[in-house]
């Protein structure tokens, strides 16, 4: 399927870097204060962030698009761990961070990686300034989590047949089901978002990169402490209509960390940076 033009005019807005043998969709906006770097979900991509970065004119930030979503390569072998993506996100930040320090934004998926960051920052082994860290509407804690049917299936040992068969009327209906009343998904966000899905075969390999969620449950005692434990400056934004990450896992992120700044976006759901970028806007640091 070929990508939408709104999705290409985010293409050429970009550039590819590699890492590993493997090309990553990257993009770079030079401006002020910390580098600012931005971390999707599954199954979206860097696309989700180009709301928001109308809202934060001359930002000094980076979003890109992990292995296997959106414009990067879709490798079908690949492991896509939480791990190999940390990597990845470590050396984009070794490039393009200047040796300043950097402020991540993490939703979904990315807040794991994130965590992965904050385990490796207390392990010593990080080798990045972090000046702060703002996470939003993550199942971090997945036990508390409520997973969509979708979610559940690609998971089981339907995964690979579903993803095969998997179709855009199936995706409209799941991916619009995480948004709120208010905020409904789009017929172009839609078309958008399954086009990027598609792209490059991405579409086939749904099982392979919802693996990340079997990491969560496998790696949780180090994720779960270094929420925990991690001495820098984390914060959370919660949409409290998530049907998935939902206010039973900002309650346990709560029982984590007790002192943890929260902002809560009461009429958002999942996507919070598409629904009203300015809210997500708001939350982040001047």
């Known amino acids: 399927m070929a990508l939408t033009e709104r999705v290409r005019d985010w293409q050429r807005r970009g550039e590819r870097v590699e890492f590993r043998g493997h090309a990553i969709h990257t993009f770079r906006q030079q401006g002020d204060g910390p580098l600012l770097v931005l971390l999707h979900g599954f199954p979206s991509s860097s696309y989700d962030w180009r709301l928001l970065l109308e809202k934060l004119p001359g930002r000094n930030l980076l979003a890109f698009d992990f292995l296997g979503f959106g414009l990067s390569d879709k490798p079908r072998t690949h492991d896509n761990s939480l791990f190999w993506q940390a990597d990845l996100t470590e050396e984009l930040v070794r490039q393009q961070a200047g040796g300043r320090p950097v402020f991540f934004l993490g939703h979904d998926m990315g807040t794991s990686v994130a965590n992965e960051l904050m385990a490796r920052d207390l392990e010593g082994t990080l080798e990045m300034d972090i000046a702060g860290i703002l996470l939003f509407n993550g199942s971090m804690v997945l036990e508390r989590a409520s997973p969509i049917l979708g979610q559940r299936i690609l998971r089981s040992r339907l995964g690979p047949l579903?993803?095969?068969?998997?179709?855009?009327?199936?995706?409209?209906?799941?991916?619009?089901?995480?948004?709120?009343?208010?905020?409904?998904?789009?017929?172009?966000?839609?078309?958008?978002?399954?086009?990027?899905?598609?792209?490059?075969?991405?579409?086939?390999?749904?099982?392979r990169l919802i693996s990340y969620m079997d990491q969560r449950e496998e790696h949780a005692g180090r994720w779960h402490g270094a929420i925990r434990d991690w001495p820098g400056d984390l914060s959370l934004a919660w949409g409290l209509l998530d049907r998935v990450a939902t206010t039973e896992v900002l309650a346990a992120m709560r029982e984590l960390r007790p002192s943890v700044p929260v902002t809560e976006l009461p009429g958002l759901a999942h996507y919070p940076q598409l629904e009203d970028p300015r809210q997500i806007a708001a939350a982040l640091p001047r």
């Open 162 to 207: 579903f993803a095969r068969l998997s179709s855009e009327r199936v995706f409209r209906q799941q991916f619009g089901s995480v948004f709120s009343a208010a905020h409904p998904l789009s017929d172009e966000e839609a078309a958008d978002q399954w086009s990027l899905l598609c792209h490059n075969g991405g579409r086939t390999i749904g099982h």
